[in-house]
């Protein structure tokens, strides 16, 4: 693919886009807000109060409630997901999650992510498996999050991955 100019037509990438080594820094940025974190924690009935209770997180070594850490990775994973996986056909597995610095609400991150292997499934011809790093920034520079993830990805010929955009009905009319 050419890199110096936009694609007519973005789909994503797909398995045989990817290469070792390859590096790619989400678009857009995202700030987390308060009511994000707190239904995010009620969602998923996480009663640590040092993510909803101010007066409780005030004691804290860090002075505020803390961003919850799975809304971190659910968040920073999906900032990854325009770049590496929209055409993936399944998660194989998240390793090695780190945590080394705290997200608080108005904090706003970014994602960087590197792959690590592309190879083809044993299993399945229609799809290839690929393994990154990921690590969530904030508006600091300061590294977050780290992971590793694996997924599945289809082919570009995969009839799975063909082209969905429905064709008009009618010509142009303006």
């Known amino acids: 693919m050419n890199t110096l100019t936009a694609p007519k037509m973005w789909r994503g990438r797909f398995f045989e886009d990817f290469e070792p ?9 995202r700030t987390i807000t308060e009511t994000e974190n707190v239904w995010f924690t009620c969602l998923t009935m996480n009663t640590a109060q040092t993510h909803f209770n ?16 799975t809304l971190t990775l659910a968040l920073v994973l999906g900032l990854t997901v325009a770049d590496t996986s929209e055409n993936a056909f399944a998660n194989l597995g998240w390793t090695e999650i780190r945590l080394p610095a705290p997200v608080f609400v108005g904090d706003t991150l970014w994602a960087e992510t590197e792959v690590l292997e592309a ?5 399945n011809l229609s799809v ?9 920034l904030n508006q600091e ?10 997924f599945m990805v289809y082919k570009r010929d ?5 082209e969905m955009f429905p064709k008009a009905a009618t010509p142009w009319s303006v």
């Not at 005030?58 to 919850?68: A, H, I, Q, S, Y």
């Not at 290839?128 to 969530?136: A, E, L, P």
Request: aromatic residues 8%; proline residues 4%.
């Open 119 to 123: 190879r083809e499934s044993r299993s």
């Open 141 to 150: 520079g300061t590294v977050v999050i780290e992971f590793k993830r694996a």
């Open 54 to 69: 101010h007066p409780y997180a005030e004691r804290t070594m860090f002075g505020k409630p803390l961003v919850n850490s």
């Open 21 to 29: 080594g390859d590096i790619y820094r989400s678009r857009l940025g």
């Open 128 to 136: 290839g498996i690929i393994s990154v790093r990921t690590r969530g």
């Open 158 to 162: 995969a009839a799975e991955a063909a």
